[in-house]
């Protein structure tokens, strides 16, 4: 084949037609160009890698170097040139890429890693165990997830940075070992305290009501003694309330018991009341106390009512009577006290006199045309009639 530097040998093609022989080599050609538009296909699509195209060019190139074909294989030399040159510079951008996006691996992996450091640093008194498993966990699944699917780490810096992730994990898992290790000395402790309480409730049972007073204050010690953890706290509680329960309705039973005998008791009390009601309508005091004297008695041995509520509600309906009656009774007393009497008397006497000299007063200014002397006796005069008639007079 004719080239620009001359005539190159292209090759044999023994036992066939020149015709034959030429068709072989320009089918050579045609899969060296295919190959070539390959490559320039793959690279103006999205996606290929630069650095993994330039390996092909070069393989290619190799190819199209005294290649056994016939065809414009200069052509095809410059456009593998051509495209290694741009190649090149792809490749660069692509390693640059490459080198941030390395870096910004180690930055997340880096960040993860100061998170559970920071859950290893904790005081393990104050860690909510549940919440920092859960936190722990999504973390090393974010790691695992950073590993699969981000570039791939230098190793020193990867081997470094799991070392830091792998011990805060060991710590975090030590200290909630240790935790619930010094919990479960605790509830121990507690359950032994509680367990206790529950058969001293329970021992109760036999006094009944009279066991109450006892039963609270076995709940005041239940307060105090902690928690024993839950499965272990409702259990013991079950009894414990079981227990109380029992003497609690030992005493409903009884007030039960008691509000059933008390209803004619009750019936004899409203009776006595409507009874009552003819205290207010007495009009001597004296006859009044007597009828109410004899009510208060019978009311006496008619005896406890209950409920309490019923008791109080009917011993406040009869103390109104009662005060009603002490209120009349104070009045009267006050007003025929002689101490009191001789006072209202002789105010009585000084208010006379009084208005006697103030209608003469009256009189002379009436006498005289003076309005002030007139308005200033009648105003005195009408308040010292205004006084004797409180008096009674």
């Known amino acids: 084949m004719r080239e620009a530097s001359g005539w190159r040998v292209v090759g044999q093609y023994p036992d066939g037609s ?6 072989y080599f320009e089918r050579k050609y045609a899969d060296l160009a295919s190959e070539v538009t390959l490559l320039e296909v793959r690279h103006r699509r999205a996606g290929a890698s630069a650095s993994d195209l330039r390996g092909a060019a070069r393989t290619v190139s190799a190819k199209l170097e005294g290649a056994a074909a016939v065809g414009d294989l200069a052509s ?10 741009t190649l090149a510079a792809a490749s660069a951008t692509e390693a640059a890429a490459a080198r941030e996006a390395v870096d910004e691996a180690v930055r997340d992996r880096t960040a993860l890693v100061e998170k559970a450091e920071a859950l290893a640093a904790r005081d393990p008194r104050s860690v909510q165990w549940k919440q920092a498993t859960t936190e722990l966990n999504e973390l090393f699944e974010q790691w695992q997830s950073q590993q699969q699917n981000g570039p791939r780490l230098p190793k020193a810096a990867a081997q470094q940075l799991w070392k830091r992730f792998r011990d805060a994990r060991s710590t ?29 409730a329970e021992a109760l049972a036999p006094k ?23 499965k272990v706290d409702d259990a013991l509680w079950a009894r414990f309330k079981a227990a109380g329960d029992a003497l609690y309705s030992a005493r409903i039973e009884r007030e039960t018991a008691d509000a059933e005998a008390s209803r004619e008791k009750i019936e004899q009390k409203r009776a006595l009341l409507d009874e009552a009601k003819a205290v207010a309508d007495e009009r001597e005091i004296a006859k009044a106390r007597s009828l109410l004297t004899g009510i208060q008695r019978r009311w006496d041995e008619i005896g406890r009512i209950f409920p ?52 003469d007063e009256l009189a002379a200014a ?28």
């Not at 020149?18 to 068709?23: F, G, H, N, Q, V």
Request: glycine fraction near 6%.
């Open 76 to 85: 095809l030399e410059a456009r593998v040139a051509a495209l290694t040159q």
């Open 172 to 200: 975090v898992d030590k200290h909630r070992r240790e935790f619930y290790a010094e919990l479960d000395e605790a509830h121990k402790g507690v359950r032994e305290r509680k367990t206790k309480l529950v058969e001293k």
């Open 366 to 393: 009436k006498k005289s045309g003076d309005k002030k002397a007139i308005a200033n006796a009648s105003d005195a005069l009408e308040a010292r009639k205004s006084w004797l008639k409180a008096l009674g007079g």
């Open 308 to 359: 309490r509520d019923a008791e109080r509600a009917l011993d406040d309906d009869l103390r109104k009577i009662e005060q009603a009656l002490r209120t009349r009774e104070d009045s009267d007393w006050k007003r025929n006290n002689p101490e009191t009497k001789a006072r209202a008397n002789d105010m009585t006497r000084q208010l006379t006199d009084a208005i006697e000299k103030l209608e």
């Open 18 to 23: 020149p015709e034959e022989a030429l068709a």
């Open 208 to 230: 009944g009501e009279d066991g109450i007073p006892a039963y609270r204050d076995l709940l005041d010690e239940w307060k105090m003694a902690g928690r024993a953890g839950k």
